[in-house]
């Protein structure tokens, strides 16, 4: 499978977000995925070094530098390179980047880190839009306490939720089997999670009115 990453943060560095998009990049490389990491700009680090290992993927810094209104501009150049029709999921830290994908019915996972980063107005914007686009699969919390929070206090259907920790080989295991079904199924979801009032997730999402 095609999945192209994108994230917010430089990449390579020794810091530990470029760390876990890194790793969580790898892991899917590492099970045989091709896989493109877009970041901003380009770290001062070494993949090789960042990660211990060579890498398993193929990492674009999409800016020599870094500058004001970057995310939506990034967003077009990400919109643009999945319309090359190359891809065939986009999982994604970079809330902004997964809604034109996600709106041209490419699948779209988005990795959500914060409750903080999703409760501004244009994020909550983005968010309603996103969710409601023909592309989107689903969300991976890093926690179980976020993904409590996203079904409280952003109303996210429990069904669409994943818990999986950042950087373990098997949480991306299960998260590749869940893209290679959700890339195949027209509305796949992602697997249940234990999310708080939960309950097992329809083998097709129902349709929209």
């Known amino acids: 499978m095609r999945i192209l990453f994108p994230t917010l ?22 099970l045989g995925h091709e896989v493109v990491l877009l970041s901003p700009v380009a770290g001062a680090g070494d993949v090789t070094s960042t990660l ?6 193929r990492h674009v810094a ?5 500058h ?6 990034h967003a077009l150049r990400i919109a643009r390179l999945v319309a090359l029709g190359a891809v065939d999921l986009v999982f994604a830290r970079n809330l902004r980047a997964c809604l034109l994908p996600a709106r041209r019915g490419v699948p779209t996972i ?21 969710r409601r686009s023909p592309g989107f699969r689903g969300i991976v919390a890093i926690s179980q306490a976020l993904a409590d929070d996203l079904v409280d206090e952003l109303e996210v259907d429990p069904a669409m939720l994943l818990v999986a920790h950042d950087a373990v080989h098997v949480a991306s295991d299960e998260l590749s089997t869940a893209c290679r079904r959700s890339a195949v199924d027209d509305r796949s979801p992602l697997p249940a999670s234990p999310a708080r009032r939960s309950a097992s997730p329809p083998s097709r999402l129902p349709g929209r009115r």
């Open 9 to 30: 943060v430089a990449f390579p560095t020794s810091d530990a977000p470029a760390v876990q998009v890194g790793s969580m990049a790898q892991a899917f490389g590492e």
């Open 52 to 57: 211990g290992r060579p890498a398993a993927f």
């Open 62 to 66: 999409l800016s020599a530098r870094v």
């Open 68 to 73: 004001r209104g970057q995310s939506y501009l």
């Open 110 to 130: 988005f990795e959500a880190h914060t409750l903080s980063s999703l409760t501004g107005r244009q994020d909550r914007w983005v968010l309603r839009q996103l």
